[in-house]
């Protein structure tokens, strides 16, 4: 391993002194309290784990957590691509106020975001009114949680894959058709090859996003044990019970989850600059 | 396979990239567009393509209307400026492209496809290359792979876009030459758009001179350079020195006399342009009898096959002559030489567009 020092002269000076912060900042804000969790989960017997993690009201929490994540993801992965193609490929009156409201969910309180929500799912609301003459329950049901988890996880699909697609040069597609490939053959063969991994990337941050989201989703849940109870909910009843052990071991497993998103996300992102250099 | 464009016009907004224009090419020829950017060279052959819908007029390809013809069905190869390789295929699975997206019914099996990159990457002397990736090559080689991606559909037509315009010189020369001979060998009616007249003039069998969405000239390498149709292409082919001047129409071939005397307003006289190229202006240091421009020696470049020499004349036209270098080292001019100027040979455009009337 080579330090910067020993190279050439850096632009900024100081290298002992900003080394020694970022590692400083990184240990206050991340490593300590992570290690803490580890460290509070392993006051726990095997025996105790095991039964936090087996109790089917936290395996329903942990299913409808990850579920809900992975449907709100998968469904921004498409939705967002199809958003990011039009922002990137067309040229209409509005697109940057689009190209804007993008953002918003980023933006936006979160628990701004579950109280529009939840007006507008609720039965009486607008949308959630006529979805009930039609039989579905959309707040207080878990088709509630996967609204709330794709509005807060939109951005992350569009906000990668937009710069890729605007890296393709048109001549790719004219090529291709040239070559004889009709528009579905173009698609596949060239142009998703292109972005996948950045459609890729998009869709585990979503997930992760998804997963962790608390302040939305609470208001649009309902928050019924075993039904539409999610992870972080489970973890803050649990805390409130004083149940502090009880509450990391549940938190535990969010927390290596997270790591394995980020390791993904890591490889994906190798992937990509293997398989598409300049 | 024959192309016949028939007035065609294309306009992009309120840019007419192309006014009518109509132009065959015959089976087999290798044929050049040429003109500069804005001419509207390269719509002409995407329309060509079916890249590009011509608002007016049609493309027929063998005497059979192709104009509504989708790009997929007109079985042409298109090779791009830049290249439009496949980054994240291999160089094998970008020529391969053409041949694994067929219907299924036609489609060659694994082998014979095999067999047919490996003939091609032959062809344009990538054999050993099948593996690496397009990010992996040079300017050159990915122009070859390109080349090659296009001939594997086995096209009726092959259409170049600039193919050697973001190449470095020397590539440039090499590759010309090369798709000379590669075009005699496969003799697929080929048309490339270039703005290098220098390309143009030395690959093929005829040279399309177009300016401002219109084709100026259409005819042989040797007979555009030789006998330009119109100032514009005079102008285009290479360098030349332009005198303005008003001409008697009624005796088109002037004299060197009437360059010397930019006032003198001949009766019935018209204005026009006296183009003359640079090695067909004579250079002496002393008066030889014959009508001549007085100048002085501005600037000598002496490093090459010819040497230019910029001479001031004493009307203040800044004129460019091409010398040998025996008759350089005879002369024995330098910088601030006083010398006369004899034009040989020269050309008469009337600025009014009317032709000539000899």
Same mark, same amino acid.
């Given at each position: 391993?080579?330090?910067?020092?020993?190279?050439?002269?850096?632009?900024?000076?100081?290298?002992?002194?900003?080394?020694?912060?970022?590692?400083?900042?990184?240990?206050?804000?991340?490593?300590?309290?992570?290690?803490?969790?580890?460290?509070?989960?392993?006051?726990?017997?095997?025996?105790?784990?095991?039964?936090?993690?087996?109790?089917?009201?936290?395996?329903?929490?942990?299913?409808?957590?990850?579920?809900?994540?992975?449907?709100?993801?998968?469904?921004?992965?498409?939705?967002?691509?199809?958003?990011?193609?039009?922002?990137?490929?067309?040229?209409?009156?509005?697109?940057?106020?689009?190209?804007?409201?993008?953002?918003?969910?980023?933006?936006?309180?979160?628990?701004?975001?579950?109280?529009?929500?939840?007006?507008?799912?609720?039965?009486?609301?607008?949308?959630?009114?006529?979805?009930?003459?039609?039989?579905?329950?959309?707040?207080?049901?878990?088709?509630?949680?996967?609204?709330?988890?794709?509005?807060?996880?939109?951005?992350?699909?569009?906000?990668?894959?937009?710069?890729?697609?605007?890296?393709?040069?048109?001549?790719?597609?004219?090529?291709?058709?040239?070559?004889?490939?009709?528009?579905?053959?173009?698609?596949?063969?060239?142009?998703?090859?292109?972005?996948?991994?950045?459609?890729?990337?998009?869709?585990?941050?979503?997930?992760?996003?998804?997963?962790?989201?608390?302040?939305?989703?609470?208001?649009?849940?309902?928050?019924?044990?075993?039904?539409?109870?999610?992870?972080?909910?489970?973890?803050?009843?649990?805390?409130?019970?004083?149940?502090?052990?009880?509450?990391?071991?549940?938190?535990?497993?969010?927390?290596?989850?997270?790591?394995?998103?980020?390791?993904?996300?890591?490889?994906?992102?190798?992937?990509?600059?293997?398989?598409?250099?300049? | 396979?024959?192309?016949?464009?028939?007035?065609?016009?294309?306009?992009?907004?309120?840019?007419?990239?192309?006014?009518?224009?109509?132009?065959?090419?015959?089976?087999?020829?290798?044929?050049?567009?040429?003109?500069?950017?804005?001419?509207?060279?390269?719509?002409?052959?995407?329309?060509?393509?079916? *890249?590009?819908?011509?608002?007016?007029?049609?493309? &027929?390809? /063998?005497?059979?209307? =192709?104009?509504?013809?989708? #790009? @997929? +069905?007109?079985?042409?190869?298109?090779?791009?400026?830049?290249?439009?390789?496949?980054?994240?295929?291999?160089?094998?699975?970008?020529?391969?492209?053409?041949?694994?997206?067929?219907?299924?019914?036609?489609?060659?099996?694994?082998?014979?496809?095999?067999?047919?990159?490996?003939?091609?990457?032959?062809?344009?002397?990538?054999?050993?290359?099948?593996?690496?990736?397009?990010?992996?090559?040079?300017?050159?080689?990915?122009?070859?792979?390109?080349?090659?991606?296009? *001939?594997?559909?086995?096209?009726?037509?092959?259409? &170049?876009? /600039?193919?050697?315009? =973001?190449?470095?010189?020397? #590539? @440039? +020369?090499?590759?010309?030459?090369?798709?000379?001979?590669?075009?005699?060998?496969?003799?697929?009616?080929?048309?490339?758009?270039?703005?290098?007249?220098?390309?143009?003039?030395?690959?093929?069998?005829?040279?399309?001179?177009?300016?401002?969405?219109?084709?100026?000239?259409?005819?042989?390498?040797?007979?555009?350079?030789?006998?330009?149709?119109?100032?514009?292409?005079?102008?285009?082919?290479?360098?030349?020195?332009?005198?303005?001047?008003?001409?008697?129409?009624?005796?088109?071939?002037?004299?060197?006399?009437?360059?010397?005397?930019?006032?003198?307003?001949?009766?019935?006289?018209?204005?026009?342009?006296?183009?003359?190229?640079?090695?067909?202006?004579?250079?002496?240091?002393?008066?030889?009898?014959?009508?001549?421009?007085?100048?002085?020696?501005?600037?000598?470049?002496?490093?090459?096959?010819?040497?230019?020499?910029?001479?001031?004349?004493?009307?203040?036209?800044?004129?460019?002559?091409?010398?040998?270098?025996?008759?350089?080292?005879?002369?024995?001019?330098?910088?601030?030489?006083?010398?006369?100027?004899?034009?040989?040979?020269?050309?008469?455009?009337?600025?009014?567009?009317?032709?000539?009337?000899?």
């Amino acid at each position: 391993m080579r330090f910067a020092r020993s190279g050439r002269r850096s632009v900024i000076p100081g290298f002992r002194l900003t080394m020694g912060f970022s590692v400083l900042y990184m240990s206050l804000l991340v490593l300590i309290p992570l290690s803490t969790l580890g460290l509070w989960a392993g006051r726990l017997s095997w025996q105790e784990l095991w039964t936090t993690f087996s109790a089917s009201r936290t395996l329903a929490a942990y299913r409808l957590s990850l579920g809900g994540a992975l449907i709100a993801a998968g469904v921004n992965a498409v939705f967002g691509l199809l958003i990011a193609w039009v922002l990137v490929r067309y040229r209409f009156p509005g697109r940057r106020i689009l190209d804007t409201l993008v953002d918003l969910p980023f933006a936006l309180p979160t628990a701004v975001a579950g109280i529009s929500l939840t007006a507008i799912y609720a039965p009486t609301g607008i949308l959630g009114g006529l979805l009930d003459k039609a039989g579905i329950q959309a707040a207080y049901s878990p088709l509630g949680i996967i609204i709330a988890m794709a509005f807060v996880s939109l951005p992350f699909v569009i906000r990668t894959t937009q710069p890729v697609l605007q890296d393709i040069d048109r001549e790719v597609e004219e090529a291709a058709a040239t070559l004889g490939a009709n528009r579905l053959q173009a698609f596949v063969r060239v142009i998703l090859p292109a972005i996948l991994p950045a459609v890729l990337t998009g869709f585990a941050m979503a997930f992760a996003r998804a997963v962790g989201e608390y302040g939305s989703v609470v208001f649009i849940s309902g928050n019924m044990p075993g039904r539409t109870e999610i992870v972080p909910l489970l973890i803050m009843t649990r805390l409130e019970e004083y149940n502090y052990p009880g509450a990391t071991a549940v938190a535990l497993v969010l927390l290596v989850l997270s790591f394995m998103m980020l390791l993904a996300i890591n490889l994906l992102q190798a992937w990509a600059r293997r398989s598409a250099p300049v | 396979m024959s192309i016949e464009v028939a007035n065609v016009t294309k306009r992009f907004g309120d840019f007419a990239a192309l006014k009518e224009v109509s132009l065959r090419v015959n089976a087999g020829e290798l044929v050049a567009l040429l003109g500069p950017s804005g001419s509207g060279k390269t719509t002409l052959l995407r329309v060509i393509a079916g *890249l590009e819908a011509p608002d007016a007029g049609s493309v &027929l390809f /063998e005497g059979e209307d =192709a104009t509504t013809r989708h #790009v @997929r +069905q007109r079985r042409v190869g298109f090779v791009f400026q830049h290249y439009a390789l496949f980054r994240h295929m291999t160089v094998f699975e970008n020529v391969a492209f053409g041949l694994r997206v067929r219907p299924r019914r036609v489609r060659p099996t694994r082998a014979e496809i095999r067999s047919r990159v490996s003939e091609l990457l032959r062809l344009v002397q990538l054999e050993g290359f099948a593996r690496r990736y397009p990010s992996q090559l040079s300017g050159g080689q990915r122009q070859r792979v390109a080349l090659a991606r296009a *001939l594997a559909v086995e096209p009726k037509v092959l259409l &170049l876009d /600039e193919p050697f315009g =973001a190449l470095d010189a020397k #590539v @440039r +020369q090499e590759l010309r030459r090369w798709l000379r001979r590669l075009h005699e060998e496969i003799h697929v009616t080929s048309v490339f758009v270039t703005h290098d007249q220098d390309e143009a003039l030395e690959v093929a069998d005829r040279v399309v001179v177009m300016n401002a969405g219109c084709i100026e000239q259409v005819g042989t390498p040797e007979d555009v350079f030789q006998n330009p149709a119109s100032a514009f292409v005079m102008n285009f082919l290479g360098t030349v020195n332009v005198f303005h001047r008003r001409v008697d129409s009624l005796t088109p071939e002037i004299d060197a006399v009437e360059i010397q005397c930019p006032d003198e307003l001949p009766a019935g006289s018209r204005p026009a342009r006296i183009f003359v190229r640079p090695h067909n202006l004579e250079i002496n240091t002393h008066a030889t009898g014959k009508p001549s421009l007085r100048g002085r020696v501005q600037f000598i470049n002496a490093a090459g096959p010819q040497v230019k020499v910029e001479v001031l004349t004493e009307f203040g036209e800044v004129l460019q002559v091409e010398t040998s270098q025996e008759r350089y080292q005879a002369l024995n001019i330098t910088k601030g030489s006083e010398v006369y100027v004899t034009p040989k040979e020269m050309r008469v455009f009337f600025d009014d567009g009317r032709p000539n009337s000899a």
